[in-house]
């Protein structure tokens, strides 16, 4: 019997818990005291970014904050440098030959007012993809170039998620 009790007390403080903890979480793109990033984020054109990678990176965050739609009446701009190195740490002792590629990839973002004339939010964000190499050149170059777009990929969704928080919280 008092096995019952104390379950049922354990089970009515963790009721009381959540329910007293659920307040202080809110989802990011719901309307609140803080405004609706929504909004925000489909108003937001990004400058086009120069060379191959660039053009994926750029592809990627267009369709993350519109669809890939163009902006009617942009209220932000963004804006991103890449940096990239490749680095093959693997080398095969008898060919002398890399087995691997690493390729790294930073990319400096800065978020401001569509005038330019606030920063809303900077930062720097990185990945690093590997992919295999072989003896045969157009299989390395395809691997590096999709090791590029898995790159791409990563950095629009850190880039996104920095940004949605940031106008979330109001800068």
Known sequence: ?????????????????????GGCFQPLYQGGA???AG????????TPISERLG???TNELTFRFNGGAP?????????????????????????????AAIVGIDAEYKLETAG??????????????TYDRT?????????????????AKVLGDQIFTRVAAALHSGG
Not at 71 to 79: A, C, H, I, K, S
Not at 116 to 129: D, I, M, P
């Open 135 to 151: 003896s045969q050149r157009f299989a390395n170059i395809r691997a590096a170039r999709d090791a590029e777009i898995r790159g």
């Open 116 to 129: 330019g004339l606030s920063v809303v939010t900077s930062g720097t964000a990185f990945t690093t993809e």
């Open 71 to 99: 902006v009617d009446n942009p209220q932000y701009r963004l804006t991103v440098a890449l940096h990239e190195r490749v680095q093959t740490p693997v080398v095969d002792t008898v060919s002398g030959q890399a087995t």
């Open 1 to 21: 019997m008092s096995w019952s009790r104390r379950a049922a007390s354990r089970v009515c403080a963790a009721s009381m818990g959540a329910v007293a903890l």
């Open 34 to 36: 803080a405004g609706s």
């Open 55 to 57: 053009y994926y990176l």
């Open 39 to 46: 909004a925000a984020l489909s108003s937001i054109v990004v």
